[in-house]
Structure formats: structure tokens, C-alpha cells
């Protein structure tokens, strides 16, 4: 019996060159290619394990390395498989080129995807982690193989996505260079709002969201006027592009309710009806009284004039920023679109009870506005406290305007929040409006007694008669300001 199994093997049924092949041969091969498998992808889990974790590689040119590894020792094992059985491998080219047309013809997709999964791993376009999004499909890539990409979406659902698709498609890399992403969230107001008070709104939602970057700040577009709304636009920096749509969500929320703490309106689609004949709905409307029983009409009549009246209004606590920027003699004549750049690069910052914002003899690189709370004002060389200032008061303009140091300690009373303007949302505002500068000039000019608490009237600070004052400022904003 076992002699005949042992013919069985060893009879030939057919010859590559001088190599015949028998089932024994078959098995052996089987088996070589088999440990050739494993022994690659063994060795490529080595590296990737060993070598390329310890060397802090990133995960996306971890699996790249790993696969370019296991595929060459995958195909360099089989060659050597071959050659070490005896088969001569130019006797394959025949048998290469027939499978090589039945793979052009029969398996397009297949030797597609195949040149595409090489072309990927090779290039780099995107590598596992990364976040991206091909054909409206957003997710992460976990896995990059020769035939298909896996991409885990934000419901954790895995997709299996041909390779293909990332070569023919245009493919959106959220992750590719830097992380930073802008989103873009829409908002309409009804005609006839402050368009100001609009832009303090949206970028007061969009400071509260701890996920939005500060830098580059958040800006507001007006887009366009719609059919019934002004069309804006926030834009608004991450740095988590696979968190887009929390965060577009939670910035909705806080948008509506900056906009109904403001009283400004989000208007809704509205149709005019007119009638040609008045008597037709007069009989419409006799009809349905003479059909409809009392309680129900009761309802509908009572239903219309709740909707009829008009909703309070809820008192605003605070004017808008632009009003009180205004306040301020150096911006009184500053048009709503100098105020609302202003707006977009100052900062809201919270301060806990008794924290110093800033101290006597500190540079001055900002000046604040008191949205809540208050705070001291105090002189440390005179050992008094000079004001207390509450909301909707300002300070700190002169040393940002004069390059002086701080003349004054400031210190919080209460939990407060502070509007902060840095020295370089002035400079903007310079830059593009020169002739405000010159204003500037002339009303600091005119404060005498300021000037002379910060030593700029009369003595220069060495004992020799120091500049006009309208003359020193106009050379310190060209300095400050390069105006």
C-alpha cells in the first residue's frame, strides 16, 4: 500500500524544462512557499517591533516599511524556492506571458488596485492615521494594503475602499503636512441687524470652544445678501480635523445663543400671498367658522394670538464691543468696519478674584475693556489706588498707543472678563488707515495731564526739554507702528 501512495507521489504528470513535476514536488513547494510567507511577515513584525518603534517612526511609515519589507522578502524566498527545486524560470516565460494577458483582460480591477496599493505606499499621498476624505467618505485610515485601504469612519464603521479610488479620485488629506484645518460654519441674519454686532456674536461663540485654536484667529465673512437674510460666515481653526463635526455642532449651539443673548434674529424662509378678491377668503373663512366646533376654534384663535404677539426682548446687559471701543477717544471716529478688525483679533480672557493683570513698569502690549466684573486700579510708587473701573470700562490704551511702560498695577476685584486688544490688531488698524494715526496724535496731544503723569511734557527724562508732544507721538507711532 505504501509503495503504491510512494508511486503515486513520485510518477511525473507533466515537465518545466528539466524538471519533472511529481505530487511529492508540488508538496515540497507548497511548503517552502508557505514558511517563505510566514518567515516575511515574521521578519517585518520584527522591524516594525524592535527597530522601527524604538526609533519613534510614525505609525503611517511603520506600516509602509513593514509591507515594502514583507512583499520583498516574499518574492525574493519564492525566486529562491524555485531555483533551489530546479526549475528553470525562463521555461515560465510562455506560461507568464498567457497569464500575463488573462490577467490584463480578465483582472483589470484586480492589477489596478494592485499598481495603485504599490503607487501608495511608495509616494506617501496618505499613510495609515491619516484623516481624510475621497468621494464624501471622512474617516482614518488603519490599514494600506496591495488591494484595498481600510478607513474606520467617525461611527466606527470600517470601509474597505479599492485602492484605485485614491489614484482616480481627488482625495481631501486632512492630516498630510500639518494637522490645521479651517472649517467653515454658515450663518443668516435678518436684514437690518448690526452687521458689528453680528461679528461680536460669532467670534464670542468661537472663543468659548476650547478645540478652536487661537492662532490664527477666528475671522467672520459677510458673504452676501441672501433672499431674505444677510449671509455670514465664521471660519474658525483646528487642529483635530477628525473632531469637524463635534465641533461645527457645539459652535451652533454657542452661535445661538450669542444670537439670542444679542436679540438678533435668524430668519426663516417667508411667502407673500396676495389675493385678487377679497370676498373669497371672507366666504373661506365663514365656511370654516360654520364647520369647525367652538372648542377647536377656541384653540386656533387663541393659537394665532399667542403666535401674533410679539416675544420680549431680553435686556442686553452690555453695549456692543464696537460702542465701546468707541467710547474711547482715540477710536470715536473709527468707521464699524475699523471697530470690527478690532473685534476679530482681540481676545476674551477670564480672570480669577485678586489676579494681577498686569504691574507698574510692565511693557505695554495690550489694552483691556471690562466685559464682567471689575477691577483696581493702583499707583505702586504713590502706595493708592487711583480708580475702580466696572464694566464696560477701558484701560491700558496709552501705554499700547506710546510704547510706554505700564504706569499702574491692575488687579481683580471679582471673576472677571476682560476684552483684550493686542499691540498688533492696532498695527493693522494703522496700516490700513493711516489718516487715523494723525487722529490719534492729536488727541493724545491734547491730554496734557496724561502726558505729563508719563513724562512726555516738558523733560525728556534726561534733563533736556524733550520733544512737542504732537511731534514725539507722531515719531513714536511711525516707530510702534511702522505708519
Not at 514536488?25 to 520584527?46: A, D, P
Not at 480672570?351 to 493683570?357: A, K, L
Amino acid at each position: 500500500m505504501l509503495q503504491k501512495i510512494s508511486v503515486i507521489f513520485n510518477t511525473p504528470f507533466m515537465q518545466l524544462g528539466q524538471t519533472k513535476i511529481t505530487l511529492n514536488f508540488l508538496f515540497i513547494i507548497l511548503f517552502l512557499s508557505i514558511t517563505v510567507i510566514f518567515t516575511s511577515r515574521w521578519i517585518s513584525e520584527w522591524i516594525k517591533n524592535r527597530i522601527l518603534i524604538q526609533l519613534r517612526v510614525d505609525r503611517g511609515s511603520q506600516e509602509t516599511i513593514t509591507r515594502v519589507v514583507s512583499y520583498s522578502l516574499s518574492f525574493v524566498g519564492f525566486i529562491i524556492v524555485l531555483q533551489t527545486a530546479g526549475i528553470d524560470l525562463s521555461s515560465l516565460t510562455v506560461l507568464a506571458g498567457v497569464l500575463g494577458i488573462g490577467f490584463g483582460f480578465g483582472l483589470q480591477n484586480l492589477a489596478s488596485n494592485f499598481i495603485s496599493g504599490l503607487a501608495i505606499l511608495l509616494e506617501h499621498p496618505i499613510k495609515v492615521g491619516d484623516f481624510i476624505e475621497v468621494d464624501g467618505l471622512l474617516g482614518t485610515v488603519e490599514k494600506i494594503s496591495i488591494r484595498a485601504t481600510i478607513i474606520r469612519t467617525n461611527d466606527s464603521q470600517y470601509v474597505i475602499v479599492p485602492n484605485n479610488r485614491f489614484i482616480e479620485k481627488n482625495v481631501v488629506n486632512w492630516s498630510y503636512g500639518s494637522p490645521d484645518s479651517r472649517i467653515h460654519i454658515p450663518v443668516n441674519v435678518a436684514y437690518g441687524s448690526d452687521t458689528v454686532l453680528v461679528t461680536e456674536a460669532l467670534l464670542s461663540a468661537a472663543r468659548q470652544d476650547p478645540r478652536v485654536l487661537l492662532s490664527p484667529p477666528p475671522s467672520v465673512w459677510f458673504r452676501s445678501f441672501g433672499e431674505s437674510a444677510y449671509v455670514f460666515e465664521l471660519l474658525v481653526w483646528i487642529n483635530r480635523p477628525q473632531d469637524s463635526e463635534p465641533i461645527k455642532s457645539a459652535l451652533n449651539f454657542l452661535i445661538e445663543q450669542e444670537l439670542r443673548q444679542r436679540d438678533i434674529e435668524i430668519p426663516f424662509p417667508q411667502l407673500d400671498l396676495r389675493l385678487r378678491d377679497v370676498g373669497d377668503l371672507r366666504a373661506i373663512t365663514r365656511y370654516y367658522r360654520r364647520s369647525t366646533p367652538a372648542s377647536e376654534l377656541a384653540e386656533v384663535t387663541e393659537a394665532s394670538t399667542s403666535v401674533a404677539k410679539p416675544k420680549p426682548k431680553s435686556a442686553s446687559p452690555l453695549p456692543p464691543l464696537s460702542d465701546l471701543l468707541r467710547n474711547m477717544s482715540c477710536f470715536t471716529r473709527c468707521s464699524n468696519a475699523d471697530l470690527q478688525m478690532l473685534i476679530e483679533l482681540g481676545t476674551r480672557r477670564f480672570y480669577d478674584v485678586g489676579e494681577i493683570v498686569f504691574r507698574e513698569g510692565d511693557p505695554g502690549d495690550a489694552f483691556y475693556v471690562v466685559l464682567e466684573g471689575s477691577v483696581e486700579v493702583r499707583s505702586e510708587h504713590l502706595d493708592q489706588i487711583l480708580a475702580t473701573l466696572y464694566q464696560g470700562d477701558f484701560f491700558g490704551e496709552i501705554a499700547v498707543l506710546t510704547g510706554m511702560p505700564r504706569s499702574a498695577t491692575v488687579r481683580t476685584l471679582e471673576d472677571t472678563i476682560l476684552f483684550v486688544v493686542h499691540r498688533g490688531a492696532v498695527q493693522r488698524l494703522l496700516q490700513a488707515q493711516p489718516q487715523l494715526a494723525e487722529d490719534i496724535a492729536h488727541e493724545l496731544a491734547a491730554r496734557q495731564q496724561v502726558l505729563q503723569e508719563l513724562g512726555l511734557a516738558g523733560m525728556n527724562g534726561k534733563g533736556t526739554p524733550s520733544l512737542p508732544p504732537l511731534h514725539w507721538i507722531r515719531q513714536r507711532l511711525r516707530t510702534l507702528f511702522s505708519v
